[in-house]
Protein backbone atom coordinates (compact mmCIF):
# COMPACT_ATOMS: atom_id res chain seq x y z
CA UNK A 1 0.00 0.00 0.00
CA UNK A 2 1.44 3.68 -1.09
CA UNK A 3 2.55 5.41 2.36
CA UNK A 4 -0.02 8.45 1.93
CA UNK A 5 -2.66 5.81 1.11
CA UNK A 6 -2.13 4.08 4.37
CA UNK A 7 -1.61 6.97 6.25
CA UNK A 8 -5.59 7.35 4.83
CA UNK A 9 -6.70 4.64 6.00
CA UNK A 10 -5.39 5.08 9.29
CA UNK A 11 -7.12 8.34 9.11
CA UNK A 12 -10.78 6.71 7.94
CA UNK A 13 -10.46 4.15 10.64
CA UNK A 14 -9.91 6.53 13.37
CA UNK A 15 -12.61 9.09 12.10
CA UNK A 16 -15.11 5.47 11.65
CA UNK A 17 -14.47 4.25 14.82
CA UNK A 18 -15.73 8.02 16.49
CA UNK A 19 -18.91 7.59 14.26
CA UNK A 20 -19.83 3.97 14.51
CA UNK A 21 -19.19 4.84 18.90
CA UNK A 22 -21.48 8.16 18.36
CA UNK A 23 -24.17 6.37 16.42
CA UNK A 24 -25.04 3.76 19.33
CA UNK A 25 -26.05 6.86 21.46
CA UNK A 26 -27.61 9.29 18.53
CA UNK A 27 -30.16 10.02 21.36
CA UNK A 28 -27.19 12.60 22.52
CA UNK A 29 -26.48 14.09 19.31
CA UNK A 30 -26.43 17.29 18.88
CA UNK A 31 -27.73 18.68 15.62
CA UNK A 32 -27.16 21.78 13.45
CA UNK A 33 -28.78 23.22 10.14
CA UNK A 34 -26.56 24.61 7.53
CA UNK A 35 -29.00 25.47 5.24
CA UNK A 36 -32.39 24.02 4.00
CA UNK A 37 -32.07 19.84 4.45
CA UNK A 38 -28.77 20.32 5.71
CA UNK A 39 -27.57 18.74 9.09
CA UNK A 40 -24.35 18.99 10.28
CA UNK A 41 -23.77 17.03 13.69
CA UNK A 42 -20.73 17.24 16.40
CA UNK A 43 -19.68 13.94 14.96
CA UNK A 44 -19.32 15.51 11.50
CA UNK A 45 -17.25 18.06 13.25
CA UNK A 46 -15.00 15.72 15.25
CA UNK A 47 -14.33 13.17 12.87
CA UNK A 48 -13.14 15.47 10.40
CA UNK A 49 -11.10 17.54 12.99
CA UNK A 50 -9.56 13.69 13.94
CA UNK A 51 -8.62 12.99 10.34
CA UNK A 52 -7.16 16.04 9.84
CA UNK A 53 -4.81 15.82 12.86
CA UNK A 54 -3.93 12.36 11.71
CA UNK A 55 -2.80 13.53 8.53
CA UNK A 56 -0.76 16.28 9.54
CA UNK A 57 1.44 14.47 12.22
CA UNK A 58 2.99 12.64 8.83
CA UNK A 59 2.14 15.74 7.08
CA UNK A 60 2.35 19.29 8.54
CA UNK A 61 2.69 21.22 5.43
CA UNK A 62 -0.25 19.71 2.90
CA UNK A 63 -3.17 21.15 2.24
CA UNK A 64 -6.93 20.10 3.39
CA UNK A 65 -10.55 20.79 1.98
CA UNK A 66 -13.23 19.67 4.29
CA UNK A 67 -16.38 19.70 4.20
CA UNK A 68 -17.23 20.99 7.57
CA UNK A 69 -13.71 22.85 7.90
CA UNK A 70 -13.75 24.56 4.39
CA UNK A 71 -9.88 25.32 3.02
CA UNK A 72 -7.02 24.90 4.67
CA UNK A 73 -4.04 25.85 3.25
CA UNK A 74 -0.31 24.36 3.79
CA UNK A 75 2.64 24.78 1.86
CA UNK A 76 2.85 21.91 -0.54
CA UNK A 77 0.70 20.74 -3.54
CA UNK A 78 -0.77 18.40 -2.21
CA UNK A 79 -4.19 18.83 -0.85
CA UNK A 80 -6.67 16.53 1.30
CA UNK A 81 -10.31 16.57 0.11
CA UNK A 82 -12.51 15.01 3.37
CA UNK A 83 -15.97 14.31 3.73
CA UNK A 84 -15.79 12.65 7.55
CA UNK A 85 -19.52 11.89 7.55
CA UNK A 86 -21.56 11.42 4.05
CA UNK A 87 -24.44 10.17 4.72
CA UNK A 88 -25.37 12.83 7.70
CA UNK A 89 -29.43 12.29 7.42
CA UNK A 90 -29.15 9.10 7.69
CA UNK A 91 -26.91 8.49 10.76
CA UNK A 92 -29.18 11.28 12.06
CA UNK A 93 -32.26 9.11 11.38
CA UNK A 94 -30.69 5.78 12.30
CA UNK A 95 -30.30 4.51 8.87
CA UNK A 96 -27.02 2.41 8.80
CA UNK A 97 -25.47 3.65 5.50
CA UNK A 98 -23.09 6.47 5.59
CA UNK A 99 -19.22 6.25 5.45
CA UNK A 100 -16.02 7.98 5.90
CA UNK A 101 -14.77 9.61 2.43
CA UNK A 102 -10.96 11.03 1.90
CA UNK A 103 -8.95 11.93 -1.15
CA UNK A 104 -5.55 13.20 -1.91
CA UNK A 105 -4.77 15.37 -5.25
CA UNK A 106 -1.87 16.42 -6.06
CA UNK A 107 -1.45 19.24 -8.64
CA UNK A 108 -4.93 18.94 -9.21
CA UNK A 109 -4.26 15.45 -10.03
CA UNK A 110 -6.12 12.50 -7.94
CA UNK A 111 -3.66 10.08 -6.18
CA UNK A 112 -5.11 7.99 -3.21
CA UNK A 113 -8.49 7.56 -2.53
CA UNK A 114 -10.51 5.81 0.63
CA UNK A 115 -14.43 5.27 1.12
CA UNK A 116 -14.83 3.68 4.70
CA UNK A 117 -18.32 1.95 5.59
CA UNK A 118 -17.53 1.79 9.71
CA UNK A 119 -20.67 -0.14 10.40
CA UNK A 120 -20.13 -3.31 7.45
CA UNK A 121 -16.41 -2.68 7.79
CA UNK A 122 -15.93 -2.03 4.03
CA UNK A 123 -12.87 -0.86 3.36
CA UNK A 124 -12.80 0.93 -0.37
CA UNK A 125 -8.82 1.96 -1.29
CA UNK A 126 -7.59 3.05 -4.74
CA UNK A 127 -3.84 4.49 -5.38
CA UNK A 128 -3.61 6.37 -9.12
CA UNK A 129 -2.69 3.51 -11.60
CA UNK A 130 -2.84 0.74 -9.16
CA UNK A 131 -6.45 -0.50 -9.63
CA UNK A 132 -9.15 0.19 -6.96
CA UNK A 133 -9.70 -2.83 -3.33
CA UNK A 134 -12.07 -3.59 -1.35
CA UNK A 135 -10.82 -5.00 1.77
CA UNK A 136 -7.44 -5.61 -0.29
CA UNK A 137 -9.20 -7.40 -3.00
CA UNK A 138 -9.67 -6.20 -6.50
CA UNK A 139 -12.62 -4.40 -8.12
CA UNK A 140 -14.05 -3.92 -11.37
CA UNK A 141 -16.92 -1.86 -12.44
CA UNK A 142 -19.92 -4.51 -14.25
CA UNK A 143 -19.65 -5.27 -17.74
CA UNK A 144 -22.99 -4.27 -18.69
CA UNK A 145 -23.06 -2.89 -22.86
CA UNK A 146 -26.32 -1.29 -22.42
CA UNK A 147 -28.95 0.33 -19.77
CA UNK A 148 -31.51 -2.78 -20.36
CA UNK A 149 -31.38 -4.64 -16.34
CA UNK A 150 -28.69 -2.13 -14.77
CA UNK A 151 -29.23 -1.26 -11.45
CA UNK A 152 -28.44 2.57 -11.08
CA UNK A 153 -28.28 4.82 -8.12
CA UNK A 154 -29.01 8.51 -8.31
CA UNK A 155 -30.19 11.79 -5.69
CA UNK A 156 -32.75 14.42 -5.82
CA UNK A 157 -31.77 18.15 -5.33
CA UNK A 158 -33.03 17.73 -1.92
CA UNK A 159 -30.94 20.92 -1.05
CA UNK A 160 -32.51 22.81 -3.99
CA UNK A 161 -35.86 21.95 -4.78
CA UNK A 162 -36.44 24.40 -7.23
CA UNK A 163 -34.62 21.96 -9.50
CA UNK A 164 -36.86 18.83 -8.85
CA UNK A 165 -39.00 19.18 -12.07
CA UNK A 166 -36.04 18.69 -14.44
CA UNK A 167 -34.73 16.18 -12.00
CA UNK A 168 -37.45 14.01 -12.04
CA UNK A 169 -37.78 14.47 -16.14
CA UNK A 170 -34.00 13.16 -16.25
CA UNK A 171 -34.87 9.91 -13.66
CA UNK A 172 -37.62 9.45 -16.06
CA UNK A 173 -35.97 9.50 -18.99
CA UNK A 174 -33.01 7.09 -17.62
CA UNK A 175 -35.76 5.11 -15.73
CA UNK A 176 -37.73 3.96 -18.55
CA UNK A 177 -34.81 2.34 -19.88
CA UNK A 178 -33.25 0.37 -16.89
CA UNK A 179 -34.21 -2.22 -14.85
CA UNK A 180 -34.30 -0.27 -10.90
CA UNK A 181 -32.69 2.78 -9.25
CA UNK A 182 -31.52 3.43 -5.84
CA UNK A 183 -31.34 6.27 -3.74
CA UNK A 184 -29.18 5.53 -0.64
CA UNK A 185 -28.38 9.03 0.86
CA UNK A 186 -24.40 8.70 0.17
CA UNK A 187 -22.98 9.58 -2.46
CA UNK A 188 -19.47 8.21 -1.83
CA UNK A 189 -20.69 4.83 -1.20
CA UNK A 190 -22.61 5.06 -4.54
CA UNK A 191 -19.42 5.90 -6.30
CA UNK A 192 -17.80 2.94 -4.26
CA UNK A 193 -20.55 0.12 -5.20
CA UNK A 194 -20.17 1.04 -8.62
CA UNK A 195 -16.42 0.52 -8.40
CA UNK A 196 -17.49 -2.61 -7.16
CA UNK A 197 -20.00 -3.52 -9.52
CA UNK A 198 -22.80 -3.47 -7.23
CA UNK A 199 -24.64 -0.44 -9.27
CA UNK A 200 -24.02 -0.32 -12.71
CA UNK A 201 -23.86 3.47 -12.86
CA UNK A 202 -24.57 6.04 -10.60
CA UNK A 203 -25.72 10.01 -11.56
CA UNK A 204 -26.25 13.29 -9.69
CA UNK A 205 -26.71 16.82 -9.73
CA UNK A 206 -25.83 19.20 -6.96
CA UNK A 207 -22.51 17.40 -5.84
CA UNK A 208 -19.66 18.83 -3.86
CA UNK A 209 -16.12 18.19 -4.69
CA UNK A 210 -15.80 16.48 -0.80
CA UNK A 211 -19.08 14.15 -2.01
CA UNK A 212 -16.80 12.25 -5.01
CA UNK A 213 -13.32 12.93 -5.39
CA UNK A 214 -12.47 9.75 -3.81
CA UNK A 215 -15.44 8.02 -5.31
CA UNK A 216 -13.98 9.08 -8.83
CA UNK A 217 -10.89 7.36 -8.03
CA UNK A 218 -12.25 4.46 -7.34
CA UNK A 219 -14.48 4.13 -10.29
CA UNK A 220 -11.52 5.31 -12.38
CA UNK A 221 -9.57 2.49 -10.98
CA UNK A 222 -11.62 -0.17 -10.92
CA UNK A 223 -11.98 0.55 -15.02
CA UNK A 224 -14.67 2.55 -15.37
CA UNK A 225 -15.67 5.94 -16.51
CA UNK A 226 -16.55 9.72 -14.92
CA UNK A 227 -18.15 12.35 -16.84
CA UNK A 228 -20.68 15.72 -16.31
CA UNK A 229 -24.07 15.42 -17.96
CA UNK A 230 -22.68 16.30 -21.24
CA UNK A 231 -20.16 13.47 -20.97
CA UNK A 232 -17.59 16.11 -20.65
CA UNK A 233 -15.29 16.67 -18.01
CA UNK A 234 -16.07 19.36 -15.65
CA UNK A 235 -18.02 17.59 -13.14
CA UNK A 236 -16.73 19.87 -10.23
CA UNK A 237 -17.39 23.13 -12.00
CA UNK A 238 -20.89 21.88 -12.97
CA UNK A 239 -21.62 20.31 -9.89
CA UNK A 240 -22.58 16.87 -11.85
CA UNK A 241 -21.54 14.20 -12.35
CA UNK A 242 -22.11 10.55 -14.16
CA UNK A 243 -20.37 7.52 -13.74
CA UNK A 244 -19.98 3.29 -14.36
CA UNK A 245 -18.18 1.31 -17.48
CA UNK A 246 -18.06 3.32 -20.52
CA UNK A 247 -21.31 2.01 -21.99
CA UNK A 248 -22.98 2.55 -19.11
CA UNK A 249 -22.11 6.13 -19.18
CA UNK A 250 -22.58 6.95 -22.63
CA UNK A 251 -25.92 5.16 -22.15
CA UNK A 252 -27.14 7.53 -19.33
CA UNK A 253 -25.83 10.64 -20.87
CA UNK A 254 -27.85 10.25 -24.22
CA UNK A 255 -31.06 10.23 -21.50
CA UNK A 256 -29.60 12.92 -19.56
CA UNK A 257 -29.72 15.53 -22.54
Not at 50 to 56: E, P, S
Not at 78 to 91: A, M, Q, S, V
Amino acid sequence: MHPMLNIAVRAARTAGNIIARSFESRENLETEIKGENDFVTKVDKEAELAIINKIQQSYPDHSFVGEESGLTQGQSDFKWIIDPLDGTTNFIKGIPHFCVSIALQHKGKLEQAVVFDPLRGELFTASRGAGAQLNGFRIRTSQRKELDGTVLATAFPFKNKAMLAESLEKFSNVYNLCGDIRRSGSAALDMAYVAAGRYDGYWEQGIKPWDVAAGELLVREAGGLVTDFDGGHQHFANEQIVCGNPKVVQAIVKQLK
